[in-house]
């Protein structure tokens, strides 16, 4: 073992403990961070929790990081992001080349030693609901702050760095807890073991405050409806992507008509965006009484690009599934997998006041880049 790996030792433990169990992590999301007085080690960007290895993470000098805070940054979002941007891979320390993190400025001005970033679907079931606010407050009072959900990068980071500031000096301690609307929860604490029992205490109390937990049993896709849907998509986008369906009993009970599919209709979370997209393709039953369904289908997929501007990455047909798309299986999977998740929030938000989805103008920062980056694929002919 070198010697990073040997400082590392402690977080690297905590990133896998946590990066590997399913009702913590998706996909390896989240991120995790060490320091000491001088350095702090955030995960990098790109790496999955529970693969990390000590070359995962990026040293970074905590002066240089606080000096971010004395600083004034243009109003601009764009030039805002790449200023702040510039400034971070400035405060790595020298022999540092990955990238930190988005929320690397989010860790920089915590205390506390030892810090798990996760969106877990339990906790996200008060995040993203209506009484989101007021339960959090009920159940954990001032060992949280609940952070609205603001623009994600500077602003976040600022927001979230008042509200914790101003809490110390209310309360006298650093909040160990901090949700964030439509995203998830920071745990923060000076060893592991504190890690691991507050976040044992959250998710006992939010399953011992949920009314009703998901039903994923999984059901059966009639294999006639899903090549239909599976040729009506690939027609649609004009070429060979890979589909996959899933079913389930509360995805099916959302999927029976219009009106009860509302709560998995749009974006909880910017995770949920960049995996499953702002929304589904909602395709009704009776596309399959149709004398051409594949064509029918396959005419929604193109309609829903000219409306949304980017492809659909999951297509939810009515009391049959949802079908994760992608340009390879993997990506197929993972756009099913979250879009299950949208479902387990969905029902989790049940118990704290009814899902609230993020605010249009939150999908719309997330999704500029996304309909950018479509349009760039388009005209290199890779669309
Ligand atoms: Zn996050």
Same mark, same amino acid.
């Given at each position: 073992m070198n010697s990073r790996s040997e400082v590392l030792k402690d977080i690297l433990h905590l990133s896998h403990q946590y990066g590997g169990n399913q009702d913590y992590v998706l996909l390896g999301g989240g991120n995790t961070s060490w320091k000491d007085d001088r350095v702090m080690y955030v995960k990098a960007s790109g790496h999955a929790l529970d693969e990390?290895?000590?070359?995962?993470f990026v040293a970074m000098d905590r002066s240089a990081l606080d000096a971010i805070w004395e600083k004034t940054y243009p109003e601009g979002r764009k030039e805002r992001e790449r200023e702040v941007l510039e400034d971070m891979m400035a405060a790595r320390l020298p022999g540092e080349t990955s990238r930190p993190s988005v929320e690397a400025l989010l860790h920089s001005?915590?205390?506390?030693?030892f810090i798990v970033h996760l969106h877990p679907a339990l906790v996200n079931g008060m995040t993203c609901a209506r009484e989101g606010r007021a339960s959090a407050e009920a159940l954990f009072g001032d060992e949280m702050i609940w952070v609205e959900s603001v623009d994600p990068g500077y602003i976040l980071a600022k927001v979230v760095r008042d509200e914790a500031l101003s809490h110390e000096k209310r309360t006298g301690s650093f909040p160990a807890i901090i949700f964030l609307e439509n995203h998830g929860v920071f745990v923060s604490a000076d060893t592991p073991k504190e890690i691991d029992m507050i976040y044992n205490r959250l998710m006992d109390t939010l399953t011992a405050s949920v009314q009703r937990s998901p039903d994923l049993s999984p059901l059966v896709i009639d294999p006639r409806r899903e090549e239909i849907i599976r040729r009506g998509i690939r027609n649609g986008l004009d070429r060979d992507v890979k589909v996959v369906g899933v079913a389930n009993r509360d995805l099916l009970k959302f999927a029976d008509n219009s009106q009860a599919s509302q709560p998995i209709? !749009?974006?909880?979370t910017p995770d949920h965006i960049v995996y499953s997209g702002h929304k589904p393709l909602w395709i009704e039953?009776?596309?399959?009484?149709? !004398?051409n369904p594949t064509e029918a289908a396959a005419d929604l997929v193109k309609q829903y690009i000219a409306d949304e501007q980017v492809p659909p990455k999951v297509v939810l047909v009515q009391r049959t599934g949802a079908f994760g798309i992608g340009s390879t299986v993997r990506l197929a999977e993972s756009a099913s997998l979250v879009f299950i998740d949208t479902v387990k929030v969905a029902v989790y938000s049940e118990s704290f006041g009814g899902y609230s989805f993020m605010k249009d103008d939150q999908i719309k920062f997330i999704r500029t880049w996304e309909v950018e980056q479509y349009r760039a694929q388009v005209q290199e002919g890779r669309g």
């Open positions: 990390i290895t000590a070359d995962g001005f915590i205390p506390m030693q209709r !749009s974006a909880f039953e009776t596309v399959f009484d149709l !004398s």
